[in-house]
């Protein structure tokens, strides 16, 4: 199946300071990437939309400002937290499907746990 | 408003059991419900059910979807303790490339 890379797969940040995240479709083009969050002993959220080229979609309640995305390429799609405070550790997963297929299984990065100290 | 619900959402069984984990959904213009093993680190991949294909079978896994009752059970025959994770159920918003709506999990315990 296709591969999804996402890196780091941990982190641990002081309080104030920006994280960035990375995920990549290493052996097909995703136009469009998804970013989940996870916290202990529940599902996944979803975050944001990322689209190639343009702006990303945000769900309700999340903030654009602190959740920074950018999806220069069809391969690559960064989140950065910026100014991260504790109630930001949690687990943070990309997946992306594959274009022009919709309802297709979706491939998941391995996941990046942050942690603010 | 879109959702995917599951139950229970923990279970706990000795190994050799048989388990049954539910997923129910309500999403407009349903496409496909995925089923997903997370174990430490991001969710593998498990079946995918569309009105296509409304039943799948991998090993001591099966899965089936029941449209009418916009349900599907997840089977796990025989349990090992390496089945111990939480078992995701998710579905596609239609026409959104992707985006996957979650249900809570189930987080299943296998005991020897």
């Known amino acids: 199946g296709a591969v999804v890379s996402q890196h780091p797969s941990w982190v641990i940040c002081k309080s104030g300071t920006s994280v960035k995240i990375e995920c990549r479709s290493l052996?097909?083009?995703?136009?469009?990437m998804f970013w989940y969050r996870q916290f202990p002993k529940q599902s996944l959220m979803l975050m944001a939309t990322?689209?190639?080229?343009?702006?990303?979609?945000?769900e309700q309640g999340v903030e654009k400002d602190k959740f920074l995305i950018n999806h220069a390429s069809l391969t690559l799609s960064t989140l950065t937290v910026t100014s991260a405070h504790p109630e930001d550790s949690s687990f943070y997963i990309c997946?992306?499907?594959?274009?022009?297929?919709?309802?297709?299984?979706?491939?998941f990065g391995q996941g990046t746990r942050l942690t603010v100290v | 408003e879109d959702k995917v619900v599951q139950s229970p959402l923990s279970l706990v069984v000795h190994e050799g059991d048989t388990v049954t984990l539910n997923c129910s959904y309500e999403?407009?213009?349903?496409?496909?419900l995925l089923w997903y093993k997370q174990e430490k680190k991001a969710p593998t991949f498990l079946f995918m059910l569309?009105?296509?294909?409304i039943e799948k079978k991998s090993g001591r896994l099966s899965s089936i979807l029941d449209k009418k009752e916009l349900s599907s059970i997840l089977n796990i025959t025989a349990t090992q303790t390496g089945d111990s994770a939480i078992y995701l159920c998710?579905?596609?918003?239609?026409?959104?490339?992707?985006?996957?709506?979650f249900g809570q999990g189930t987080e299943l315990s296998v005991k020897p």
């Open positions: 997946s992306a499907a594959l274009s022009g297929l919709p309802g297709t299984e979706a491939f």
């Open positions: 052996d097909f083009q995703a136009t469009t």
């Open positions: 990322s689209n190639e080229g343009s702006k990303a979609t945000y």
């Open positions: 999403v407009t213009n349903f496409r496909s």
């Open positions: 569309t009105s296509s294909g």
């Open positions: 998710a579905t596609y918003i239609y026409n959104q490339g992707g985006k996957l709506i």
